[in-house]
């Protein structure tokens, strides 16, 4: 059974960057047709999906003007982990940030959340 297990800091200072680091296991991340991603809830909103690392390492991010330019991920095969990374960060990216595996548009298996609060 494949697990992701979310890690990182839960308070983070406004302008520094944010690094979230999901690690699977029960599965390798270059498992064919996986879309590792990114997606986060802000408080009393809906999900918002961030980005992806794909199983041949190739990324897209989402155009949202509320993450553009800002969002970055990476990964580890070594460790089985993908990171991801936003720079820049303010008061509105404080939300539950979830990692998850998506294969064919199928959101297969998801972490169980870890919450970010952007705060000075």
């Known amino acids: 059974q494949v697990q992701l297990q979310e890690s990182g800091p839960g308070l983070v200072k406004p302008s520094q960057t944010l690094s979230l680091t999901c690690t699977v296991s029960g599965g390798s991340i270059t498992s064919n047709d996986y879309y590792w991603t990114w997606i986060r809830q802000p408080p009393g909103k809906g999900l918002e999906w961030i980005g992806f690392?794909?199983?041949?390492?190739?990324?897209?991010?989402s155009p949202s003007p509320a993450l553009k330019s800002r969002t970055s991920i990476s990964r580890d095969t070594s460790k089985n982990q993908f990171t991801l990374h936003l720079t820049s960060v303010t008061p509105e990216d404080t939300a539950v940030y979830y990692c998850?595996?998506?294969?064919?548009?199928?959101?297969?298996?998801w972490g169980q959340g870890t919450q970010v609060i952007v705060s000075s």
């Open positions: 998850a595996g998506d294969r064919g548009g199928f959101l297969d298996y």
């Open positions: 690392i794909s199983y041949i390492d190739t990324t897209y991010y």
